[in-house]
């Protein structure tokens, strides 16, 4: 029996709109909810040390294709969420990493993300991914351009290292009820024990983060192989 810690925990935090719809509230509302979950469950996760990455997808490359006021929501919450939580991850020892096709985004945005990254690349605690214009596939393609680029041999190890996020993720959970994965970490999710909750977003605690991670310690992890 395992009864380590998933070192890379991956979200997809689904369900925004449906919680603020179910109470009448436009769907925008769901999102800024979601926002403060998104502060608390980084929290939780820089507090336990044995949990070395969080990954949390908050913008895939399908995500343009919503109403164009909610995509501008979505950005300036986005920016407003970084700007406010520089000193949570400063107090916290958090690094920022985004991964993702950053080329998407408006140059005010940009700004502030590199920013929050230059100003916590040396926090050695958590690592907070957000995944913004995030796609498994695209990340797979730009990674196999680099190399071929520059003319490396495609490996496994060679292919992992050219990723956004080279690390493997260990328990992959997602919110609102569906059971797919959504273009999300499909490489590093190659071996993840998978959690679906029909919770929303807004409404997922770190309570509820905290029995699903204990589910996990007791799961029996063999990657293949015989115990
Ligand atoms: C899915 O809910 C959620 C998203 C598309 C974006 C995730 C964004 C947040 C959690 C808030 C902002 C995050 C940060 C880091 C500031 P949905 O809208 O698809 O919900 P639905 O399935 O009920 O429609």
Not at 1 to 10: G, Q, V, Y
């Amino acid at each position: 029996m395992s009864l380590n810690t998933p070192r890379h925990i991956a979200i997809i935090m689904d369900g925004n709109g449906r919680w603020a719809q179910m109470q009448g509230m436009k769907r925008v509302k769901g999102h800024e909810a979601g926002a403060e979950v998104v502060r608390n469950v980084t929290k939780y996760c820089a507090n336990h040390k044995e949990i070395e990455r969080l990954t949390l997808y908050a913008f895939s490359t399908e995500n343009w294709k919503r109403p164009k006021l909610e995509v501008e929501f979505l950005m300036k919450l986005l920016d407003r969420y970084l700007q406010k939580e520089l000193s949570t991850y400063m107090e916290n020892n958090i690094r920022f990493q985004p991964i993702g096709d950053l080329s998407g985004f408006s140059r005010p945005l940009l700004t502030t993300i590199e920013t929050v990254e230059e100003k916590t690349k040396h926090n050695n605690g958590l690592v907070q991914s957000l995944a913004l214009n995030y796609g498994a596939k695209d990340e797979l393609v730009r990674a196999v351009n680099t190399l071929v680029n520059n003319k490396i041999k495609v490996t496994e190890t060679t292919l992992n290292d050219a990723l956004d996020c080279p690390q493997q993720v260990d328990l992959l959970i997602r919110t609102g009820g569906d059971h797919r994965l959504s273009n999300y970490l499909l490489w590093q999710a190659a071996y993840a024990e998978l959690f679906f909750t029909n919770t929303l977003w807004p409404d997922f605690s770190t309570t509820e983060l905290e029995t699903v991670i204990q589910q996990f310690m007791t799961i029996e992890r063999r990657f293949g192989g015989l115990k």
